[in-house]
């Protein structure tokens, strides 16, 4: 029997998201949760008043059922309130065409192709009716010249031309590009050409944002000036400051192979390494008197200093945000519960912004650092090691395992992948990371005196050099990247429920736990073998909507031939993003590519044509069998 006391606020963060989940997932518009909130926590406090103390031990449950409602609405309410199309004045509610509007750059521009890339809030818009007041993010892009290489974070602007709505995804099985930006509360996008914005002020919605940034921007300075390689500049400046964006597709492909894509990301690995790092050599004040107190001081004005060089990148905050409440908690004694102060850290995030829990980033963060808190313990604990070298390899992989088993699901749902050579890379990876941080920081430190700068400098590009001679032999392993695993939301829930159930097991070693765990595989069977029927079976005539390019594809069961042009045969980004998904997601095996369009006779028992109608995916349609076979309408015509 679980003892839920010890997790008290763990159920209270439980319900919490289920509230936010709700209102994301059924946007149910009720004008009243605000009356049906006050209504339960009315109930709760009069409860509490009317009911005798003696007696109030046996009205426990109900005082538990009551409250974990009223977080439940207030996660809702919180939702709704972040959720800014809800606003009158919000762009997305006015019609008409706007003809100017004036906003504020609230977001670093970031470096494309073709263009800079910034958000946007705007705050005033004109229309046939004048100008008026008005709210809203949006995406815009600058065409790249001398003035738009110039902007920067809060920077305000009017802008000639009205906002475009992000569409859906056009593609099967597509990434929904507008589904992710809306939980940014982003919903419109506007190219903007030279000549047609125009600067006119600048007032940055926050100042300690803006000076993380230059801050930030002064460190990248210093790193490009004395790491002479492009590439391990940007390795370097990804790892220690958080850029990522000037990062190609080669490097981004490596690394997630050897399954170390993590140490490109700022983000709780590199403030848990921190954090070990400071433990490990200011370790002895917790000796002396108040040193506890002086030891969180010192930790905490580091960690957030950090975050502050990484011009408080959302990852490193959250990261940040829960070992602060760590630190608080052992600093002052209290003997509460790790997976409390967890639970409490998340739900101070949440309440910040409801929409975190809908990030990928959040989701492996936490996941990771519970399957490390639970797991990590017991894994070391199998196996006593005296030498101190092989202590710390075996510590590193129980932290590699324990990550790997909280986080695997969600990978697989988002990233449909899974590497193989985890274990291995890590023991190089997260040790290589420290070093690199260590360097990195040192060479910022000494950037005063150019010549111990160019020192330092030389070994971090060299290191990061060997990290990526050893990342990109790890990538050259067979098998060591497992492709096209696609698994449902279903899916998802049911594999964590097998890891939980078989950790129970172990855990309990009860009879009734092993009966629960071969019922929930023989399920997650049942599915795999139904979809596997259905892929076997299936005969499909795709015409994909990608701009500028041409791709068709024939699907015959877990075979297919797509005939496109030679460009997008070339841009694998474009394939992967456009394509792969939905053959990930069907079953495909086996795959022939034309370069070139071809007449293709098509006599088949039954074709699913899926075609764009209006620039979004049509509906299936059968096209009945024939002597001669079906015949497929000319394509590009109504």
């Keep these: 029997m679980i003892k839920w006391t010890p997790y008290s606020f763990l159920r209270i963060t439980v319900f919490f998201i289920a509230g936010i989940l709700f209102y994301i997932y059924t946007g149910l518009e009720f004008d009243h949760y605000l009356e049906l909130f006050a209504c339960f926590i009315s109930a709760y406090a009069l409860l509490y008043f009317i009911i005798p103390k003696e007696r109030i031990v046996y009205f426990k449950p109900v005082f538990g059922i009551i409250a974990l409602i009223s977080v439940f609405l207030f996660g809702i309410l919180l939702t709704k309130q972040n959720t800014n199309s809800n606003d009158a004045d919000h762009i997305l509610n006015f019609n008409g065409e706007i003809f100017y509007y004036k906003g504020l750059i609230v977001s670093e521009l970031t470096e494309k192709a073709k263009s800079y890339k910034a958000e946007l809030l705007i705050s005033e818009i004109k229309n046939k009716n004048g100008w008026g007041t008005a709210s809203g993010l949006i995406l815009i892009y600058f065409a790249k010249d001398s003035v738009s290489e110039m902007l920067k974070y809060g920077d305000r602007l009017i802008i000639k031309g009205s906002p475009n709505l992000i569409t859906p995804p056009s593609n099967p099985n597509e990434f929904d590009y507008k589904r992710y930006l809306s939980f940014h509360n982003i919903y419109h996008q506007h190219f903007v050409r030279n000549g047609n914005y125009l600067v006119c002020g600048y007032q940055p919605i926050s100042v300690v944002k803006e000076k993380a940034t230059v801050v930030r921007n002064y460190c990248d300075k210093i790193l490009r000036k004395y790491i002479h390689s492009s590439r391990e500049y940007k390795i370097a400046s990804a790892l220690i400051l958080g850029i990522r964006s000037s990062i190609d597709n080669e490097i981004k492909e490596a690394y997630s192979t050897a399954g170390a894509m993590h140490v490109l990301a700022v983000s709780g690995l590199h403030v848990g390494i921190v954090f070990q790092f400071l433990m490990l050599i200011l370790g002895r004040l917790r000796k002396i008197r108040y040193g506890e107190i002086i030891l969180a001081f010192i930790l905490l004005v580091v960690l957030w200093f ?69 797991l990590q313990p017991k894994l070391y604990g199998l196996v006593e090691i005296y030498n101190w070298v092989g202590d710390q390899i075996w510590a590193i992989t129980c932290v590699s395992i324990a990550a790997q088993v909280a986080t695997f699901p969600i990978a697989l749902l988002y990233f449909h992948q899974f590497p193989t050579c985890f274990l291995f890379s890590n023991l190089v990876v997260i040790p290589s990371a420290l070093l690199i941080l260590c360097l990195g920081f040192t060479t910022i430190g000494a950037s005063f005196i150019p010549l111990l700068a160019m020192g330092f400098g030389f070994l971090l590009e060299k290191l990061i050099w060997l990290l990526n001679q050893f990342i990109f032999t790890i990538e050259k392993l067979p098998f060591a990247l497992i492709k096209g695993i696609d698994i449902s939301v279903f899916e998802l829930w049911l594999i964590y429920a097998i890891v939980i159930i078989f950790l129970t097991f172990i855990y309990f070693k009860k009879f009734q736990f092993q009966v629960v765990l071969f019922s929930l595989l023989f399920l997650f069977s049942i599915f795999q073998i139904i979809e596997l029927s259905i892929q076997k079976n299936q005969k499909r005539f795709v015409v994909y909507n990608i701009n500028d390019h041409s791709a068709i594809d024939f699907i015959d069961g877990f075979e297919n031939e797509l005939i496109c042009d030679s460009i997008l045969l070339n841009d694998k980004s474009k394939l992967r993003f456009h394509i792969f998904h939905h053959w990930w997601n069907i079953g495909i095996r086996k795959t022939n590519i034309s370069p070139s369009f071809h007449p293709v006779m098509l006599a088949r028992s039954s074709l699913d044509i899926t075609l764009p109608k209006g620039g979004r995916t049509g509906q299936p349609l059968t096209l009945p069998r024939g002597k001669g076979g079906g015949k497929v309408p000319p394509l590009g015509g109504d």
């Design 306 to 374: 950090y975050a502050f060089v990484t011009a408080l990148s959302p990852s490193v905050l959250r990261a940040v945000t829960m070992f602060s409440f760590i630190i608080i908690a052992r600093a002052f004694g209290r003997q509460t519960n790790i997976y409390n102060i967890l639970a409490i850290s998340t739900f101070c995030l949440l309440c910040f912004n409801p929409y975190l829990i809908m990030e990928v980033g959040f989701q492996l963060s936490y996941m990771a650092v519970f399957g490390i808190v639970y």
